[in-house]
């Protein structure tokens, strides 16, 4: 696959959704957007990608996905529905949804494709959403692409490569993007049942990790159990709001982002 897949046309048609606010305690309440008016154009952004299974237009064999394989997808199809009936909520206006009183006063970042993948929006669009995201004093936006060697590789410095490899970290590291990667480790709060699915990997008991070419991993704090402190001085427990370190055009962090198997 490669950037010729995207058209420009294909680029400016797919849609995007945006909801103010979130309940999500792992990104904090921070306004999300969703790729994909509907959830053929959600699916058709992610097509080829190895998270996905063939059946829904990927490469896996099973659907790996944390969205479209999990219940956010639930709430990426109920607001393009709610969309599609009551287009004068402006859910796909950036600015109008930015601006909303519903948008917490907390809220320093926004999430980017909660579910889809912004490749299908192409560069121009991705960086006009950072800007307009800029635009409404929040620091950044938080994204990542499954395609950074394909119809992707356009999107360098602006979000994350998301690897499944500590070798694939390096390879992207070696091309100039900062790396996602999935790491073998199970996050130790994982309840029984979800464990089952990684049976076989290692627990995370506070271990290091580097790639093959020896660079760090910084393990997600929000996963680690990290705490910061919040305005009145109490300690909470990090989230993407306040930690912020998958803002590809910010090196906070280094080079690579690790996440345990949840
Ligand atoms: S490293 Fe920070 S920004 Fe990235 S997912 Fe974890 S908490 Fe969120």
Redesign the pocket.
């Known amino acids: 696959m490669n950037k010729a897949n995207n058209t420009r046309a294909d680029e400016m048609s797919t849609r995007i959704l945006v909801s103010p606010n979130s309940k999500n305690p792992k990104t904090g309440d921070i306004p999300q957007i969703m790729i994909g008016g509907s959830k053929a154009e959600g699916l058709a952004s992610c097509k080829g990608c190895p998270m996905l299974s063939k059946k829904m237009g990927g490469k896996g064999e099973k659907t790996k996905c944390y969205h479209w394989g999990g219940s956010s997808q639930m709430g990426h199809i109920a607001m393009a529905k709610a969309n599609d009936k009551d287009p004068d909520k402006l859910r796909e206006d950036l600015s109008y949804q930015l601006s909303s009183p519903k948008v917490s006063r907390q809220a320093q970042y926004v999430r980017l494709a909660v579910g889809g993948d912004p490749s299908a929006l192409g560069r121009e669009r991705v960086e006009e959403i950072t800007e307009t995201v800029k635009a409404h004093n929040f620091k950044g936006a ?1 994204g990542y692409t499954h395609f950074y060697q394909g119809k992707g590789s356009d999107l360098k410095g602006l979000v994350m490569a998301s690897v499944e490899s500590l070798e694939d970290a390096d390879r992207a590291v070696d091309g100039g993007w900062r790396a996602a990667v999935v790491l073998d480790a199970v996050h130790p709060d994982l309840t029984v049942s979800r464990a089952k699915r990684f049976e076989g990997a290692p627990l995370w008991t506070g271990q290091d990790f580097t790639t093959p070419k020896g660079r760090r991993v910084t393990v ?3 996963q680690t159990g990290a705490t910061v402190k919040d305005a009145r001085g109490n300690q909470r427990p ?3 709001n306040t ?4 803002d590809a055009t910010q090196n906070k ?1 280094g080079d690579i ?1 690790g996440f345990l198997k949840h």
């Open positions: 938080l997600c704090p929000s990090i989230d993407c930690c912020g370190m998958c962090g982002i």
